[in-house]
């Protein structure tokens, strides 16, 4: 199972807006970001205040990915 972020860069683009401007209003660190960048995890708490500053929910930055392994064995 694993996450994407590319919802969120998409928001980002949508709203005129860079990765350091996100960056600067949610006053994350730089490794933070480049680990979203690798789509790693990050905490709620994070997840959290990003849709608070960019005023939406979960769902419009974060998307869970499914293990393609998980689904052929629920398959069989």
Do not use: P, Q
């Amino acid at each position: 199972m694993a996450i994407s972020y590319n919802r969120l860069w998409k928001l980002l683009i949508d709203k005129n807006m860079t990765k350091t401007d996100l960056k600067n209003v949610t006053g994350m660190n730089s490794a933070t970001l480049a680990n979203m960048g690798k789509d790693k995890y990050v905490s709620m708490r994070l997840i959290d205040k990003i849709c608070e500053e960019l005023s939406c929910d979960v769902n419009d930055i974060v998307e869970h990915i499914a293990d393609e392994n998980v689904e052929s064995e629920e398959k069989e």
